[in-house]
């Protein structure tokens, strides 16, 4: 059975602003240095999906940019245009009729764009476990992370240990909300949670029979395109359409209400870099804790993340900050904070001040 990736890559970075906006996302920066973020996602999986397999599902604005950085293996056919932002259920049904209608039914791997994983051999491990558990069952598979410490950032998944599908296979209980720190002590120490990746696997055939079932609205709507899809009037009945779908996530619509989930626990030093305060996991800090990509010049300043470029930057009795510098913007917060950072950019949305989106 053939394999294919679908990247989620129409995502703002909210978090990651001011270095993150919509003309400039997340998963087309560089940030660890070695490759743009959405190129290190689909080397990822190299020897388990083909490149030429893989789906990239964006939007409108981010279309060009997405072209320009994307690895040359990659067919600029398969990146997938969504007219408006529909949450990540419609996302999926989207990419699962394009695949069934041209190719027919295969598994299907859906990872976000911007994740950063240290362990590249662990990874694929992992997912070709899932790539083969999806192929011989008709079960919908997620890829849970062993939590290291009591994220309030991270959803969380409950599991049964109990093993029907062989060793390190468990039967999901719940999907669980990002929680509150003393609740997230509590799913640590219960050993009985994983975080949630955001990473799927499962046959096409199966995730439309799971929007038939759970999402018929979206199902019945979206496919009234699948009739046009590879002609010329594609586009068009797409953009008619697709801003009349359900706004809603895959994890609210489909994995918490069906009851044949599974999940596969990773441990392959998985981080999200959603925030600021996540760049721990790819830097070390130096001798006073600081993260420092910037020219800077520092005193008395400990466990502080320092990011910025054109101009010197100065700190003097600082701890636990975050300093983002960038052309036009000034980014200065607790690090406890880092998870609010949304919030400055809801509020420039809120003042209609698009320059700096």
């Not at 398969?78 to 990540?88: D, F, K, M, Y």
């Not at 626990?265 to 790819?282: E, H, K, Q, R, Y």
């Amino acid at each position: 059975m053939n394999r294919y990736a679908v990247i989620m890559a129409g995502g703002g970075g909210t978090r990651f602003w001011p270095l993150s906006r919509q003309t400039t996302p997340k998963q087309v920066l560089n940030i660890s240095g070695n490759d743009v973020m959405i190129n290190e996602t689909i080397k990822r999986y190299d020897g388990i999906i083909p490149f030429e397999h893989s789906f990239i599902v964006t939007n409108q604005v981010q279309e060009k940019l997405i072209k320009d950085v994307l690895l040359e293996y990659v067919p600029h056919d398969n990146i997938l245009v969504e007219p408006a932002a529909r949450n990540t259920a419609p996302c999926i049904i989207y990419a699962a009729l394009v695949l069934m209608k041209k190719y027919g039914d295969g598994v299907m791997c859906v990872f976000p764009s911007d994740h950063y994983i240290t362990d590249g051999q662990g990874f694929t491990n992992i997912l070709e476990k899932a790539a083969v558990l999806a192929e011989q069952t008709d079960k919908l598979i997620t890829i849970g992370i062993k939590p290291t410490f009591p994220s309030t950032g991270y959803g969380y998944i409950n599991f049964n240990k109990y093993k029907p599908y062989g060793e390190d296979v468990f039967e999901v209980l719940e999907f669980v909300e990002k929680p509150n720190f003393d609740k997230a002590k509590q799913y640590i120490a219960s050993g009985n949670y994983l975080w949630n990746s955001g990473m799927f696997v499962w046959k096409v055939s199966v995730i439309i029979e799971n929007f038939k079932r759970f999402l018929p609205r979206i199902y019945d709507r979206i496919r009234e395109f699948t009739e046009f899809i590879g002609t010329d009037k594609e586009k068009e009945v797409l953009e008619q359409i697709y801003p009349t779908l359900q706004n809603i996530s895959i994890d609210f619509g489909i994995m918490e209400r069906s009851n044949e989930v599974l999940v596969i626990p990773g441990d392959f030093g998985w981080n999200d870099v959603g925030s600021w305060d996540a760049l721990g996991a790819i830097f070390p800090p130096d001798e006073n804790g600081n993260i420092v990509r910037a020219d800077y010049v520092g005193v008395d300043t400990k466990n502080c993340i320092v990011y910025g470029s054109g101009r010197l930057i100065a700190t003097v009795g600082l701890e636990n900050m975050i300093i983002v510098n960038t052309d036009d913007a000034l980014l200065v917060c607790p690090k406890d904070k880092a998870q609010d950072v949304k919030k400055i950019v809801d509020r420039l949305k809120e003042e209609k001040r698009t320059e700096y989106l």
